[in-house]
């Protein structure tokens, strides 16, 4: 008879590669919603400056190589 705390016991041990999985779709989710128009104010902002940022460097770098 497997009772619910064996069962958590089972997800707890036995799971790790779901729990990793969900983490991972999550993380995905997250990065999909920071991509998206649901960025407001302050984030946007934030978000723009970090990806205008990472554009110069690599612009930066290709001058760099030619």
Do not use: A, F, Q
Not at 26 to 39: A, F, L
Not at 45 to 64: A, D, P, Q, S, Y
């Amino acid at each position: 008879m497997i009772t619910n705390l064996m069962m958590i016991e089972g997800e707890v041990r036995g799971g790790g590669v779901m729990w990793k999985k969900e983490e991972k779709k999550e993380k995905e989710e997250e990065e999909e919603r920071w991509m998206g128009s649901k960025i407001e104010g302050d984030e946007y902002e934030g978000m723009r400056g970090k990806i205008k940022t990472v554009l110069e460097e690599g612009r930066n770098r290709r001058k760099g190589e030619r």
